[in-house]
């Protein structure tokens, strides 16, 4: 019988405390991946005390350091003390994976993201470089902001790049990113995928009338939804702007939380005191709804809206493709990698609010057009992003590398 191979994991966070794309993407490979082929382990951050320090959670066997709080946490509204946790992992994720490598002997360290932990993962390579480093890329934050984080270790930033044995990443815009900061290994485009059954699946009669009735969408009522943080990144601000230039029966569900939270809901108080009636009711902050609960809202809107302003690939985009709904997006980052503007969603321009009111008059009047986007949209995202092909791709990316 062979031995499993062993890899150590170097993640800022994971479930349950947060669950973006990258966290998403770890747990369905996992979790699709026999432990009798590959053992995991994870070193991530225990911002929430109600966490034990170790637990597995699916596949991973999940150790958490740094300092806590004895309260629910979010990424983007921390305590400033749980932000030194970030600063922190550079020493003490490097400390740990020491110390379980002692123990463990691995086979191969994988880090994700281009960000604090990496630095832990570059500390570890360098320490036992004969042990294989993959660097995952999938930065949603503009490139000029992660480099300007940077810029105290801004060498050892680079050498994240420049000491990795592999590179996988999720968008050609990440691939060019990763060249440019000196990456001379292979690097191999592995999107992230959708769980397809998830989010297709129809809801019954008397649950899409429960959730219309909960959110008071009328006949004739037309739903946009954004599901995202609410970061400067995201411009959900522009999507509050575009409402109006449309008509009042034009609503918009915002799920997600983050730092600007409060601006944007002050923003549509604003935009009821400007002679919009009803602004109140057209924009409704639903706060955070977990991955799994979030399909039925996409499934009673009309148009999914996200006018990001930079992306590395865009989850949220294939999820509202999967449920069936068109979407608009920007021209940014990874999106062109899976948009085709007429053939699988719409482009509208970077921060320009009438351009997303535009697009999403097309879409209302041209139900011919919208039904042809539909269609090729689900046809994409079941054919080149379901997780039992991306997950067969990064146990390749995983187990392709040997100590050297």
């Known amino acids: 019988m062979n031995t499993p191979r062993r890899v150590l994991i170097f993640s800022l966070v994971y479930y349950p405390d947060f669950v973006?794309?990258?966290e998403v993407a770890v747990k369905e490979v996992t979790d699709r991946t026999s432990p009798e082929e590959i053992e995991f382990d994870m070193i991530t951050l225990r911002f929430d005390s109600h966490l034990p320090k170790f637990e597995r959670v699916g596949n991973v066997n999940v150790h958490r350091i740094g300092w806590t709080a004895n309260q629910k946490v979010?990424?983007?509204?921390?305590?400033?003390?749980?932000?030194?946790?970030?600063?922190a992992y550079l020493l003490i994720g490097f400390c740990k994976a020491v110390s379980l490598y002692r123990t463990r002997k691995y086979d191969t360290i994988w880090s994700l993201m281009a960000t604090y932990n990496s630095f832990a993962a570059l500390f570890f390579k360098l320490v036992y470089p004969k042990i294989p480093f993959i660097l995952t890329l999938q930065d949603g934050d503009p490139i000029a902001y992660l480099k300007r984080r940077a810029l105290p270790l801004y060498p050892i930033f680079k050498m994240i790049f420049t000491r990795a044995d592999r590179i996988q990443v999720i968008s050609k815009y990440l691939a060019d990113w990763a060249k440019e900061m000196g990456a001379?290994?292979?690097?191999i485009v592995v999107p992230n995928a959708v769980?397809?059954?998830?989010?297709?699946?129809s809801l019954s009669i008397g649950e899409t009338s429960e959730l219309k009735r909960k959110l008071d969408k009328k006949d004739g009522d037309i739903f946009l939804i954004t599901t995202s943080?609410?970061?400067?990144?995201?411009?959900v601000g522009d999507i509050i702007s575009a409402m109006?230039?449309?008509?009042?029966?034009?609503k918009l569900l915002v799920l997600g939380q983050g730092y600007q939270e409060a601006d944007l809901k002050d923003q549509s108080a604003r935009l009821k005191l400007a002679n919009q009636a009803e602004a109140e009711d057209r924009v409704k902050f639903l706060g955070y709804i977990s991955h799994k609960d979030m399909p039925p809202y996409l499934h009673i809107s009309d148009i999914f809206v996200r006018p990001s302003l930079s992306e590395g690939l865009g989850n949220s985009f294939l999820e509202a493709m999967a449920a069936g709904?068109?979407?608009i997006a920007t021209?940014?980052?990874?999106?062109?990698?899976?948009?085709?503007?007429?053939?699988?969603?719409?482009?509208?321009e970077v921060n320009n609010p009438h351009s997303i009111a535009q697009k999403v008059e097309k879409l209302i009047k041209d139900r011919e057009s919208r039904d042809y986007i539909i269609k090729n949209a689900r046809e994409m995202v079941l054919q080149k992003y379901s997780w039992e092909r991306v997950a067969g791709e990064m146990r390749e990316v995983l187990t392709g590398l040997q100590k050297g």
């Open 195 to 201: 769980d397809y059954g998830l989010f297709s699946g």
């Open 184 to 187: 001379k290994c292979p690097i």
């Open 244 to 250: 109006i230039y449309l008509p009042n029966n034009v």
């Open 74 to 87: 979010y990424s983007d509204s921390l305590p400033w003390h749980l932000h030194l946790n970030k600063y």
């Open 229 to 235: 943080r609410l970061v400067t990144k995201n411009a």
């Open 20 to 22: 973006g794309g990258a």
């Open 331 to 348: 021209p940014v980052g990874g999106i062109p990698d899976f948009l085709v503007d007429g053939e699988t969603g719409l482009f509208c």
């Open 325 to 327: 709904i068109p979407v």
